[in-house]
Nanobody, 117 residues
């Protein structure tokens, strides 16, 4: 069955950088958009960045100019380059891949990003 495996999280100092990756195993048919969400303690999960099949991107205002989302369809992988990290970026980051086939959306297991001095 399909599984999304996330990697790249960890502990980093403010101003540092991390690169998250999310790779899908198994077959996902008709992949559409790819997204990154995050959930901080005590807060609801929110959209961080999205990228369409055509490569169009959108970002939450809080990360615009600092984060970059990209994708490699040959590897069924989505990336999130995070620069100039702030303590408020601390959260569990989840990837999501959309498909036209049931169950329509696949979620990664989440990876912890902690920004602290």
């Amino acid at each position: 069955q399909v599984q999304l495996v996330e990697s790249g999280g960890g502990l980093v100092q403010p101003g540092g950088s991390l690169r998250l990756s999310c790779a899908a195993s198994g077959s996902i048919f008709s992949i559409n958009g790819m997204d990154w969400y995050r959930q901080a303690p005590g807060k609801q999960r929110g959209l961080v960045a999205s990228i369409t099949t055509g490569g169009n991107t959108n970002y939450a205002d809080s990360v615009k100019g600092r984060f970059t989302i990209s994708r490699d369809n040959a590897k069924n992988t989505v990336y999130l380059q995070m620069n100039s990290l702030k303590p408020e970026d601390t959260a569990v980051y989840y990837c999501r891949i959309g498909s036209s086939r049931y169950p329509y959306r696949y979620w990664g297991q989440g990876t912890q990003v902690t920004v602290s001095s």
